[in-house]
């Protein structure tokens, strides 16, 4: 049982809605803004509640899966890029036995290699990004990303030489990795 639902709930079935209010200990929270998505308001609605409750958080796991519709994929990770402005504490998109995906704020990061990812992509977001990377079987120096000029999709960790991977960048970054072979959470995030 959910500790909260919320939305605009203009697509949830009367049933569900009214199940879901019934629920001793479910907080149900009408969000009727349209400007914001469903998820971007469930964020959001997830920080009142752990500010609100004195909660320290050092990580948000969302299970999510894309569902067949692109411009739910996208507006998923604009919520994401969003949030980078929202607070400090990250948001990892876990597509169970498929992907691990989250924004790298500014900064250089360490990741730890996931010996079972057969792929990992950087993709920029928002605006064009200077990358450096080590551990890395393609590794980028002072590469520009941006769309219409470099992505770096289909990468592959470098196992043989690195057991982890350092990400420097000038802006938002994407990250993502396969997760189809056995990935423990604990020990990448």
Not at 21 to 49: S, W
Request: aromatic letters at 8%; glycine letters at 4%.
């Amino acid at each position: 049982m959910p500790d909260i639902v919320c939305g605009d709930f203009d697509s949830i079935k009367p049933t569900v809605l009214e199940y879901y209010k019934q629920q001793k200990n479910v907080k149900v929270i009408e969000t009727p803004d349209q400007d914001d998505t469903d998820f971007t308001k469930a964020v959001k609605e997830l920080l009142t509640e752990v500010k609100d409750k004195g909660i320290k958080l050092d990580r948000i796991i969302v299970f999510w899966s894309t569902s067949g519709r692109f411009d739910h994929i996208m507006s998923i990770i604009h919520t994401l890029y969003l949030m980078l402005n929202v607070t400090s504490i990250p948001l990892f998109l876990y597509n169970v036995n498929t992907s691990l995906s989250w924004v790298l704020k500014p900064g250089l990061h360490t990741i730890e290699s996931n010996a079972h990812s057969s792929w990992c992509a950087l993709m920029p977001i928002g605006e064009p990004c200077v990358v450096t990377s080590q551990g890395l079987r393609w590794n980028l120096s002072e590469h520009k990303l941006a769309f219409g000029s470099l992505i770096s999709t289909s990468n592959e960790f470098d196992f043989k030489n690195s057991e982890k991977v350092k990400i420097k960048t000038d802006k938002a970054l994407m990250w993502s990795m396969d997760t189809s072979n056995n990935l423990n959470l604990n020990k990448n995030l």
